[in-house]
């Protein structure tokens, strides 16, 4: 291949466990660096996504920035993966979704008695939260979905591999895993 | 001579009386499906098991095995109606995976596994369900629940409890629990009930073995469950269908 592919990560409403489910490709990352680089991503440290080939997105949309990044992500990528349970269902941060926001946030910081003094935050710096935690694909047009709590190393790898040898995607059962 | 109709170009004998579903598991032949259970009656309503019959499309747990007739049903547009009701049904539900702790053993995970349903693609309802945990055995989550009727059925047909029923219609249909206080404790179920072992999603748990098999060994993590569906047929009905508890329910 003569020209690397840009590959931009981010988490959003997530744990960044599937960027380390990605780092779980262990020795393969050395073949994955032959075929890639990573453009705006927690590995590099770069800040704002330019144009790229693929954008990774993990986490759901749990607050304006999220969804800040994630138009910057659709925006400059060519092809936008959801990856993941809560950037495919909202996962976790979602079981919020019945319960309404004021309740969360006077339980956690006002009536929770392990954080007496503290007060329901409200930095302006602080990005507002939204009322409900979204999945990727109700705000922005995904092109790709990889579920998984986190998705394994190797149905990431598997993903990968078929992506950029141009071959559309194909998981079998035992890498489609939801949990 | 055993009479036979076609599935997907091949002949299936039947014996009379059966459904295409269950001619088909009895030979060996595997279409996916939900809410059939062959203990129970059929139901009919998850639609899961939907083939193409003489071009007309029909849930085949409850189509009768017919001579002459023709079935598709391994073929990309049955196969894409699957996928979307499995879809549809993640997104109706709180179905989140990797906090349940029947991952790897739910019929509705092994199947949007087996069918490569990636996203629930719709706009998710994440509804207010809250559980019931009243029983000193069972934990009743209804935030799982598919209305499959397996409960339903199993509580009725065989235990002759009727514990459970679906009430409502439409997008307010839902599980209930028949008792003057709607909980569980309520009720005479028994952890020796048919009832409380056939759930196929997590909705009717036992208390106090959650985790006892460890996620990665459940059933579904070994082998996909259109290899092991023919594992339980064919196992013909043996349920009367008649529960005199049950008339009023709806």
Not at chain 2, 225 to 234: K, N, T, V
Request: proline share 7%; aromatic share 6%; glycine share 8%.
């Amino acid at each position: 291949m003569s020209k690397k592919l840009k590959v931009a990560t981010t988490s959003l409403a997530g744990c960044f466990g599937c960027h380390m489910s990605l780092l779980d490709i262990d020795e393969r990352l050395f073949d994955l660096l032959e075929l890639i680089e990573f453009d705006r991503s927690p590995l590099t440290d770069i800040k704002h996504c330019g144009p790229c080939d693929v954008g990774l997105v993990e986490g759901g949309l749990c607050n304006a920035e999220n969804v800040h990044v994630l138009r910057e992500f659709r925006k400059n990528c060519k092809i936008l993966v959801a990856v993941g349970a809560c950037a495919v269902t909202g996962g976790l941060p979602a079981q919020r979704n019945h319960l309404s926001l004021a309740d969360c946030l006077q339980e956690v910081y006002v009536t929770e008695i392990s954080l007496e003094h503290g007060g329901i935050p409200n930095d302006p710096e602080l990005p507002l939260p939204l009322d409900k935690v979204h999945p990727l694909h109700e705000v922005v047009k995904v092109d790709y979905f990889l579920p998984g709590c986190p998705p394994s190393a190797d149905t990431i790898w598997k993903f990968l591999t078929d992506l950029l040898a141009g071959r559309t995607p194909s998981l079998g059962p035992e890498l489609i895993r939801y949990d | 001579m055993t009479e036979t109709f076609q599935l997907d170009g091949e002949d299936v004998p039947f014996a009379p009386g059966q459904s295409v579903l269950q001619a088909a598991l009895s030979a060996g032949r595997y279409i996916p499906h939900l809410c059939y259970h062959p203990e129970f009656k059929p139901h009919g309503s998850c639609k899961v098991c939907t083939v193409k019959a003489n071009g007309r499309t029909a849930a085949s747990c409850t189509l009768p095995a017919q001579a002459g007739l023709n079935v598709e049903s391994e073929t990309g547009e049955m196969n894409d109606l699957r996928r979307t009701l499995v879809q549809m049904l993640f997104a109706e539900g709180n179905h989140f995976c990797p906090s349940c702790e029947k991952s790897g053993n739910c019929t509705l995970q092994a199947l949007g596994s087996d069918l490569g349903v990636m996203t629930a693609g719709f706009r998710h309802f994440y509804p207010d369900r809250p559980v019931d945990a009243s029983h000193p055995d069972f934990l009743l989550d209804f935030n799982r629940c598919i209305l499959c009727e397996l409960c339903v059925r199993a509580s009725c047909e065989v235990d002759n409890k009727c514990v459970f029923a679906l009430s409502g219609r439409g997008l307010t249909k839902h599980l209930i629990v028949n008792a003057a206080s709607g909980k569980l404790a309520d009720t005479d179920v028994a952890l020796t009930d048919k009832a409380v072992s056939v759930c196929p999603v997590g909705v009717i748990l036992k208390k106090r073995v959650g985790f006892a098999v460890p996620i990665g060994q459940r059933r579904y993590d070994q082998r996909p469950i259109s290899e092991q569906a023919l594992d339980d047929a064919p196992r013909p009905s043996t349920a009367s269908g008649a529960c005199a508890a049950c008339e009023g329910t709806s």
